[in-house]
């Protein structure tokens, strides 16, 4: 896996050599091996160093050098052992959750070429626990998508949707695998453009929005070399994180985003807002007009106060979510049996955010759904 685990080797033991066990890891204080998967008849091992991990990381945060998978470790990807026979796995297909262990950066919706050489080519990017996705979410690319073409020079050449870990821990994330299938159901047949990165979602630890939109701009200013322009030159694409006015107010919040990281994201990044019910978005700003030149505001014309919060609190009642998000996702919600219950197996630790923007909070559960 890119960045995190850093293969060394890719070595395929006799399946009697492991008995049984379907994951299998050995560790040591310096190396890991981790078996992710029976391939039978053998099981194949992955190693990698931690200390790898760390030089990794660093040269992705300072841009300097390169870090490459191995082609081969792509390719050489253990076939899947749980396969769902299910209309939604002809859907998936082979670039399901299952293989998140292979990751591969998606590109087949960023555009090669632009259209218009003179303008700036954008990247959108919206982090989020998708948990699930709705149709807001896919609107906020829309709306944005909209505003750039009427009051910018940008030109959007793809947008993703980058699910966080499940080391988020945050009240009602459900496991990542669903996650990122759900945001991949919902974008497969409804998008020319968007994409879901798996790179966030697959990492054990979490992954702050700083270092995502990094590897962002990892993966297409360093590694693609930007995008060519039309006129025979290549452009270095504008990256930018695309959020809720709600996330935005977060950044005014002592401890939630480290300063240097707020610097970051808004200074070399920038950033375009969806206003947000709820969310006084002028107060929200407030405290970030030394960026106001990277931050771009959208009107919600058409209010949609939809939230991953209140389509949970409605499962969990038994109610139904149709025409809220996407069919697809309705579906893989009902055979996964996902948020029926509580589902607080991973989240005990809550993020202090949980109840405000005004989502509807799932632990008063009378609240907004009557
Ligand atoms: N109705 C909405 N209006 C504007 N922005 C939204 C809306 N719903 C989600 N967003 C934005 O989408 C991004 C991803 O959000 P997230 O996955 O946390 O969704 P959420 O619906 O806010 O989730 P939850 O209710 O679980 O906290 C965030 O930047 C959030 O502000
Ligand atoms: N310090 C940070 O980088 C930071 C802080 C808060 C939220 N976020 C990101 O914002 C997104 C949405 O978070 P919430 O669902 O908590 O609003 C997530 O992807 C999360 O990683 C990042």
Request: one cysteine or more; aromatic letters at 8%.
């Amino acid at each position: 896996m890119l960045m995190r685990h850093l293969p060394l080797a890719n070595i395929e033991f006799p399946l009697e050599s492991f008995g049984l066990f379907r994951n299998y890891h050995l560790r040591t204080t310096t190396t890991k091996f981790a078996v992710p998967r029976p391939s039978p008849p053998t099981y194949r091992i992955r190693p990698y160093c931690r200390s790898t991990r760390v030089v990794a990381q660093y040269s992705l945060r300072s841009n300097i050098g390169r870090i490459d998978q191995p082609d081969h470790w792509r390719k050489t990807s253990a076939p899947l052992t749980h396969r769902r026979g299910t209309k939604l796995q002809a859907l998936l297909g082979e670039g399901g959750l299952s293989e998140m262990d292979n990751y591969v950066f998606p590109d087949y919706r960023l555009k090669r070429k632009m259209d218009d050489p003179s303008k700036t080519p954008l990247l959108l990017i919206a982090c989020g626990s998708f948990s699930p996705i709705t149709f807001l979410h896919l609107r906020m690319f829309i709306m944005a998508g909209d505003y750039v073409k009427h009051n910018t020079n940008f030109e959007v050449i793809g947008g993703y949707l980058s699910p966080v870990s499940d080391a988020y821990k945050k009240q009602g994330l459900a496991a990542a695998e669903h996650r990122v299938n759900m945001c991949k159901l919902a974008i497969d047949k409804a998008s020319n453009w968007l994409m879901v990165d798996t790179w966030e979602a697959e990492s054990p630890e979490y992954q702050p929005t700083a270092l995502v939109l990094d590897h962002f701009d990892q993966e297409v200013n360093i590694k693609r070399k930007g995008i060519e322009a039309g006129d025979g030159e290549r452009k270095p694409v504008q990256i930018a994180l695309l959020a809720g006015a709600d996330l935005i107010q977060t950044m005014s919040q002592p401890g939630v985003w480290a300063e240097k990281d707020l610097d970051h994201i808004l200074g070399k990044f920038g950033t375009f807002i969806v206003e947000r019910s709820g969310t006084d978005i002028d107060e929200a700003l407030a405290s970030l007009t030394n960026y106001r030149d990277n931050i771009y505001v959208i009107q919600q014309l058409i209010q949609n106060d939809v939230s991953s919060t209140k389509i949970r609190l409605f499962l969990k009642r038994g109610m139904s979510v149709q025409y809220l998000i996407p069919a697809p996702v309705v579906e893989y919600i009902e055979q996964n049996k996902l948020f029926a219950e509580e589902n607080r197996s991973s989240n005990t630790n809550l993020p202090a955010t949980n109840t405000e923007k005004g989502k509807g909070s799932e632990t008063t559960a009378s609240a907004s759904t009557n």
